[in-house]
């Protein structure tokens, strides 16, 4: 039986279980049946209650499972979106560097991945938080995210920290439905209807990568971004966990993240950890480069370098 599909003491799956019951009840009365379960989050149909686990999903599951997203978001927002699922690309795995150097502060990044990844408007949320740290120090403990003075301030050096996508993710050790993994690719994911909100993967995490959507996210239908990704970007709903996933829905079509495209200074380096030839590999190669809290052994696929 796949890990996902937790028995009972009688043998008997939780999610044959609640199939069961639905087909007892009808959709209707089960819908009715399990909405305490659900009410702190939203509006959840039957169908999608018992949806199975996104690595058992069929190709023609996981379709209808798309058109029926697509549905919700223009019955919720007004907005229509295409909403695919971006498989990784055989021969890649994803790096990211980050110069130091030049990084001047400007939260252009963050901005960036505001809007690229449907974040609620009214909490400003992004998975970019960029610290403003007195030189010679790398102690994020004592660096500031809500600075809000001109930079770059002259005796500070600024700092973006965003999912570092480790090679050995605690997030993912730590969640007890399997609803995130690491993907081929590197790309560490979430599936958003899987995700039960335990928040355990947040408490896990060193880098404080991960979110929480305490509530509906809030976004008007004309800054809604209509390319979306299953694993990616998409509206999430509310009461799960959410990260950065390096924009998989542009990353795995041979595009560059949101959040380098709108970086002013160039600071930002992304490319294929495989390809001797990428940029990334050559910045590996050529710079002094770090990741940050090396010690936890968590081997993290972002990295930070200095020009001198």
């Known amino acids: 039986m796949n890990p996902t599909d937790s028995q009972n003491s009688s043998g008997i799956s939780r999610r044959t279980a609640l199939k069961g019951v639905g087909?007892?009840?009808?959709?209707?009365?089960?819908?009715?049946?399990?909405?305490?379960?659900?009410?702190?989050?939203?509006?959840?149909?039957?169908?999608?209650?018992?949806?199975?686990?996104y690595k058992e999903l069929s190709p023609v599951d996981l379709a209808i499972i798309l058109r029926r997203l697509e549905k919700e978001t223009k019955d919720q927002y007004g907005a229509e979106v295409n909403i695919q699922d971006y498989k990784p690309q055989e021969g890649v795995k994803f790096g990211y560097a980050l110069n130091l150097s030049i990084c001047n502060g400007c939260r252009k990044c963050a901005e960036a991945c505001h809007i690229e990844n449907n974040h609620d408007r009214p909490s400003h949320q992004s998975y970019i938080r960029v610290f403003e740290m007195s030189k010679g120090s790398m102690d994020m403990e004592k660096g500031s995210v809500h600075y809000d003075h001109p930079v770059p301030q002259p005796d500070k050096f600024y700092m973006p920290v965003q999912c570092q996508q480790c090679e050995h993710p605690p997030c993912v050790?730590?969640?007890?439905?399997?609803?995130?993994w690491k993907e081929p690719d590197g790309i560490v994911v979430v599936d958003y209807n899987?995700?039960?909100?335990?928040?355990?993967?947040?408490?896990?995490?060193p880098y404080h990568a991960r979110r929480f959507n305490w509530t509906k996210p809030v976004i008007p239908a004309n800054e809604i971004n209509p390319t979306q990704s299953y694993l990616s970007n998409r509206i999430r709903p509310q009461g799960v966990m959410e990260k950065c996933t390096f924009c998989l829905h542009r990353t795995r079509n041979g595009r560059l993240p949101a959040c380098l495209e709108a970086c002013p200074t160039g600071a930002r380096v992304f490319g294929n950890l495989l390809d001797p030839n990428s940029e990334i590999r050559k910045v590996l190669t050529y710079k002094r480069v770090f990741v940050l809290k090396e010690e936890l052994g968590l081997k993290p696929q972002f990295f930070y370098f200095f020009d001198v």
């Open 23 to 53: 087909a007892m009840l009808g959709t209707a009365a089960f819908a009715k049946a399990i909405a305490p379960l659900t009410e702190w989050t939203r509006d959840m149909s039957a169908d999608e209650f018992i949806q199975k686990h």
């Open 194 to 205: 899987w995700c039960i909100g335990c928040r355990y993967c947040e408490a896990a995490c």
């Open 173 to 180: 050790d730590v969640c007890p439905v399997e609803a995130t």
